[in-house]
């Protein structure tokens, strides 16, 4: 998806009017949930260690906006734009390992 | 066909000829029979339904509201605190424009504890976007449980069909029922507005609204409320078409020349109709409306019926407990305050907790709004109660 178009729906959305509703508010086109960037909401930030990490999988399974990245069965990231700084993917990286600690968010 | 049946079993009734998809209920009285004689109908193969015995009222209407967002029809009834626990739910189902029906046998709330007639139960829940039609007897909550079907899928909104506890719920009646396949045939197919179980075309239900959208979310679902009576009024009429069956919304009964009269919903219309013979008998001009759509308001309906009464008497059937009377005063109050000709309105508060209210005890009230016509407005106690020691 390209940034000006969704902007563009973005703005579209704000101004709707009620008039121009679907009953019963739901959301027929999932793309806009992707514009919700639920990072924004952060206040500690996880740091993945490349070094430390055994890609046991732990913090992908348990993480509850799927923000951790994986590549070719790798550990590779973790997705800013989603991750609401909840601090269960460094809680459930085994203790031994320690891969991912938790910063507080600078903005 | 004719029959025997007591308000519950004639709900049943109707409730086995709809067959819905999906029933979710938990049993509490008065409105134990109508889930438990459904049950026998589905353990004997008579319908298709997907019964299911939930833990709690919070979760029949929760799994009513799931049946119903996944394409399914569903219906329940409760009663008083099962109602109560809904609570929650009820504005969900009404949020999500779920045409659920719920068929609600009017209880007191509890404290103190009391399983018998009058309607705070659901006028409690008057906020929470569902219809609410009032039925006098068993064979009104029989047609009606069937047209508000209908009704709930036409409006996309959540009906409450109601009858008064014990005193129709467990009084048996004579009825005239339709066949099953006229009832199917009236009510058709359910055709939703959505299926969250439609995988190809995903969607999301229910998600947050905050501030820059909720509040066109609500404007959007009042308009529906707003649409509501439209509907009300096209399958009443169509079924009064094919089956020559009137339901009314504001039943008028000898009102045409009434310089006094009373209303109220549910059972007591039935005692009063006596009330208004009698004094019918010795000469007196009054007459009796019996409200059966409570939501939507019916303000047209009853601004026009009610401009040529002097003074109304208001018969609530719940303590609103605002020191300024209940929902139903204050509703019928309100909607006369723009007219040019209105009734002088008292309330008279009656039956809480299945408290008896005989045709005597109307008869008084008429006599006693007879008695203040001659005083003005301002002198005249506005809150009253009947039968209270």
């Known amino acids: ?107 | 066909m004719i029959l025997a049946k007591t308000g519950n079993e004639a709900i049943a009734y109707a409730m086995k000829q709809i067959n819905p998809d999906v029933v979710a209920a938990y049993p509490i009285t008065p409105s134990t029979e109508i889930v438990q004689i459904f049950s026998s109908y589905v353990a004997d193969g008579v319908v298709d339904t997907e019964f299911v015995a939930v833990e709690s009222e919070h979760s029949a209407m929760s799994a009513c509201i799931a049946a119903a967002a996944s394409g399914a029809r569903a219906m329940t009834a409760t009663s008083s605190q099962g109602l109560a626990l809904m609570h929650e739910m009820l504005f969900i189902a009404s949020g999500l424009r779920l045409p659920i029906v719920l068929c609600v046998v009017n209880r007191s709330l509890s404290s103190p504890l009391n399983i018998h007639c009058d309607h705070t139960d659901s006028l409690a829940s008057r906020d929470s976007g569902w219809i609410q039609i009032f039925c006098e007897d068993a064979q009104e909550a029989y047609d009606t449980t069937i047209c508000a079907v209908k009704i709930a899928e036409k409006a996309f909104l959540p009906v409450m069909v109601t009858i008064d506890g014990f005193i129709i719920s467990h009084c048996m009646q004579k009825i005239e029922v339709l066949s099953d396949e006229e009832v199917k045939a009236f009510i058709g197919e359910y055709k939703p507005n959505y299926n969250l179980l439609e995988v190809d075309n995903p969607i999301t239900l229910g998600p947050a609204c905050l501030p820059d959208s909720f509040f066109e979310h609500k404007r959007a679902q009042a308009e529906g409320m707003n649409q509501a009576l439209t509907h009300i009024e096209e399958v009443f009429q169509e079924y009064k078409e094919k089956f020559n069956r009137e339901l009314t919304i504001l039943e008028g009964y000898k009102t045409e020349d009434a310089e006094l009269a009373i209303i109220c919903m549910g059972s007591t219309a039935g005692t009063a109709k006596i009330a208004v013979n009698n004094l019918r008998n010795q000469g007196y001009k009054v007459g009796l409306f019996k409200l059966r759509v409570f939501r939507p308001i019916v303000a047209k309906y009853l601004q026009k019926a009610l401009k040529n009464i002097k003074i109304l008497g208001i018969l609530e059937r719940m303590e609103g407990l605002s020191a300024f009377g209940g929902p139903l005063f204050n509703e019928i109050r309100s909607v006369l305050y723009d007219e040019p000709k209105r009734p002088i309105t008292i309330s008279y508060v009656y039956g809480l907790g299945g408290r008896e209210i005989t045709p005597e005890e109307i008869e008084e009230v008429f006599l006693e709004l007879l008695s203040l016509k001659n005083k003005g407005e301002k002198d005249i106690e506005k809150f009253k109660y009947i039968n209270v020691r």
């Open chain 1, 1 to 107: 998806m390209n940034n000006s178009s969704n902007n563009e729906e973005r703005k579209e959305c704000l101004i709707i009017s009620w008039k121009d509703l679907k009953q019963g508010a739901l959301i027929r086109d999932l793309k806009r949930i992707r514009e919700n960037k639920t990072g924004s909401w952060r206040s500690l930030k996880p740091i993945w260690n490349k070094e430390k990490c055994i890609n046991c999988y732990r913090c992908w399974m348990f993480c509850p906006d799927a923000a951790i990245i994986i590549e070719n069965d790798k550990v590779v990231g973790i997705n800013y734009d989603y991750c609401k700084g909840c601090g269960i993917c460094a809680n459930e990286c085994p203790k031994k390992v320690q891969a991912i600690i938790m910063e507080r968010e600078v903005k």
